[in-house]
T-cell receptor
Framework: GAGVSQSPSNKVTEKGKDVELRCDPISGHTALYWYRQSLGQGLEFLIYFQGNSAPDKSGLPSDRFSAERTGGSVSTLTIQRTQQEDSAVYLC?????????????FGPGTRLTVL | AQSVTQLGSHVSVSEGALVLLRCNYSSSVPPYLFWYVQYPNQGLQLLLKYTTGATLVKGINGFEAEFKKSETSFHLTKPSAHMSDAAEYFCAVSDQTGNQFYFGTGTSLTVIP
């Protein structure tokens, strides 16, 4: 079946502009995660949605970052007033419980470049 | 709080040689442990996982890892490297809820022909 998809695959923007990144999770997956992958920094957790529960926003680096998940499916990560340090690959993952553990499936990511 | 340390941001091995990628974690309780592989311009793909039971786990592409509680380690190995193994490898641990994941900074594996 279809995997996690993300759009756009690449985004170049100017400093100060707002950007929206989209994630389409695997159908039926109740959990959705956003991560940021910077060069040499590994994966940085941003936000986590689980069903209808309030999202875990503990990883969002500033109030310029926000995310929503509509209808328990598609999610949008919004970065307002982008800064050069926001340049990174933004990865989305959805997950389901398999046997006794929560298995994550990752999308290909959106590469954001802020000029 | 949990954390993951991957020793060596870059590892180079000759084709056919042993691959050893190191991962240590800190956790106050037995965690779930994962290795992911990321090929260029792709998302992360699960290589293998440890949840419970046998401490030596086998994954895809001939990789395996051993959970050593006394050493808080989960090193990834493959007996004979192949050119197609060149990629970025991430070790991860999840908390007891299984909902929050913590990733290492990754190890870039280069295979020399």
């Amino acid at each position: 079946g279809a995997g996690v998809s993300q759009s756009p695959s690449n985004k170049v923007t100017e400093k100060g502009k707002d950007v929206e990144l989209r994630c389409d999770p695997i159908s039926g997956h109740t959990a959705l995660y956003w991560y940021r992958q910077s060069l040499g920094q590994g994966l940085e957790f941003l936000i986590y949605f689980q069903g209808n529960s309030a999202p875990d926003k503990s990883g969002l680096p500033s109030d310029r970052f926000s995310a929503e998940r509509t209808g328990g499916s598609v999610s949008t990560l919004t970065i307002q007033r982008t800064q050069q340090e926001d340049s990174a690959v933004y990865l989305c993952a959805s997950s389901k419980w398999t046997d006794s553990y929560n298995e994550q499936f990752f999308g290909p990511g959106t590469r954001l470049t802020v000029l | 709080a949990q954390s993951v340390t991957q020793l060596g941001s870059h590892v180079s091995v000759s084709e056919g040689a042993l691959v050893l990628l190191r991962c240590n974690y800190s956790s106050s309780v037995p965690p779930y442990l994962f290795w992911y592989v990321q090929y260029p311009n792709q998302g992360l793909q699960l290589l293998l996982k440890y949840t419970t039971g046998a401490t030596l786990v086998k994954g895809i592409n001939g990789f395996e890892a051993e959970f050593k509680k006394s050493e808080t380690s989960f090193h990834l190995t493959k007996p004979s490297a192949h050119m197609s193994d060149a990629a970025e490898y991430f070790c991860a641990v999840s908390d007891q809820t299984g909902n929050q994941f913590y990733f290492g900074t990754g190890t870039s594996l280069t295979v020399i022909p």
